[in-house]
């Protein structure tokens, strides 16, 4: 059993590992500003859990009060969600993500050194990958920062490798997602974008609500094999169960690894369009539009380093991946018909 803070406590990925943790017998304390989830969270999680997790109100900039929840709740780990994470926003606005990403890793860093707590899991990206040479993609392919977002994943990593390089952690894991999508099956939790969603599969789900009109497809004359983009899309609770598996990795062997999180299989926008149609028996109305800038055609992961070092194998595919998306966007519309 470990004892873990999960920083961004109450937002989507945070908020599913939080029931993958408690189901493995770990006690979680969340800590979140919630400048990015809904307040009801932690009463969600304990009607799911039955468990009422501590939780802290606190930004990760705040050394003293992060320090004293540390204090007040002594962890053996730290699993590090909280940062802002629309790329767009880190390019409007630079010195805000590099604020809340970097320089918050670093006072959270500082008052776990503080508190002695010298474990973590990070929460990174493929992102880091920008275009890729090729898929499927190893962790020791180059990284090629595109965006300012994608440039403070891959800080924020250098930061948590050098300090487990010079021994200042005993261990850490950074994890590179690749496009987590869905929902907890109970439906309890889930993802709530504020405003319009960016990605693909929160747009979707709103569209087959009604709240949207159509789904924009951007760009069908890439080099892949229906010409819309590819990527690899995995289940949210698949997510959530890699964390506990890091974590205990790490915890036992003390040691430091950077992983892919992926399925390992590329699917395509219509791909997902089509599973999500048959999954839940509505059409999405679509118009094809010009590619996003910035967007790379392919991006798939290769999981084998995740499988090989902490075992983790994805139980879900992508008809469950679509029918818990829809399940959570019907009960927030009010559709009952799920
Ligand atoms: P999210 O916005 O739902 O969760 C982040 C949480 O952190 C929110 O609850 C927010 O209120 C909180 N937070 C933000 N800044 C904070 C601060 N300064 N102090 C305290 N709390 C703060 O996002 P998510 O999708 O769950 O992403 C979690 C992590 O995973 C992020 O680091 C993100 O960059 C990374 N990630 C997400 C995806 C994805 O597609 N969702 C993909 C790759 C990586
Ligand atoms: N996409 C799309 N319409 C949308 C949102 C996304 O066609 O409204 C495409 C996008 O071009 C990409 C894929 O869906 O090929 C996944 O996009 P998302 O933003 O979800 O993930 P990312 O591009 O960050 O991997």
């Known amino acids: 059993m470990t004892r873990v803070l999960l920083t961004g406590g109450t937002g989507y990925i945070a908020s599913h590992t939080a029931v993958a943790l408690s189901e493995r017998g770990h006690e979680v304390v969340l800590l979140d500003n919630f400048s990015n989830s809904e307040r009801d969270v932690p009463e969600r999680l304990r009607r799911l859990t039955g468990k009422a997790f501590p939780l802290i109100e606190a930004d990760i900039r705040d050394v003293p ?3 004293a929840a540390l204090s007040a709740h002594p962890v053996d780990a730290v699993i590090h969600f909280a940062a802002l994470k629309a790329v767009g926003e880190s390019e409007a606005d630079p010195l805000l993500y590099y604020d809340m990403n970097i320089i ?3 006072r959270l860093l500082q008052a776990m050194q503080e508190s002695g707590v010298r474990r973590i899991v990070f929460s990174s990206s493929a992102t880091v990958y920008g275009q890729p040479d090729a898929s499927p993609i190893q962790e020791d392919a180059p990284t090629r920062v595109q965006n300012i977002y994608g440039r403070t994943k891959l800080v924020m990593e250098d930061l948590i490798r050098d300090l487990a390089r010079t021994g200042k952690l005993l261990a850490a894991a950074n994890l590179r997602y690749f496009n987590p999508v869905g929902a907890h099956p109970s439906a309890m939790i889930g993802e ?3 405003g319009v969603p960016n990605n693909l599969m929160p ?3 709103q569209v087959a609500t009604g709240e949207r009109p159509h789904l ?3 760009g069908d004359d890439y080099d892949t094999p229906d010409g819309t983009g590819v990527r690899d899309y995995l289940h949210v609770m698949d997510l959530a169960e890699a964390h506990a598996l890091a974590l205990e990795h790490i915890c036992a062997h003390e040691v430091s690894v950077t992983v892919n999180l992926g399925t390992g299989i590329g699917i395509s926008v219509l791909d997902l369009v089509h599973a999500f149609e048959r999954a839940t ?3 999405i109305p679509l118009k094809m539009s010009p590619r996003r800038p910035g967007d790379v055609a392919s991006n798939y992961a290769n999981p084998e380093a ?3 070092i902490f075992g983790w194998k994805v ?4 008809d469950d991946m679509c029918r818990d998306a829809w399940r959570w966007q019907a009960a927030r519309a009010g559709i009952n018909d799920v």
Do not use: L
Request: proline residues 4%.
């Open 203 to 205: 747009y979707m789900t």
């Open 192 to 194: 709530t974008p504020r």
């Open 104 to 106: 918050g890793t670093i």
């Open 216 to 218: 924009s497809v951007f």
């Open 315 to 318: 139980q879900r595919d992508v």
């Open 306 to 308: 995740a499988a090989r």
């Open 281 to 283: 028996g509505r059409k």
């Open 65 to 67: 009060t992060v320090t």
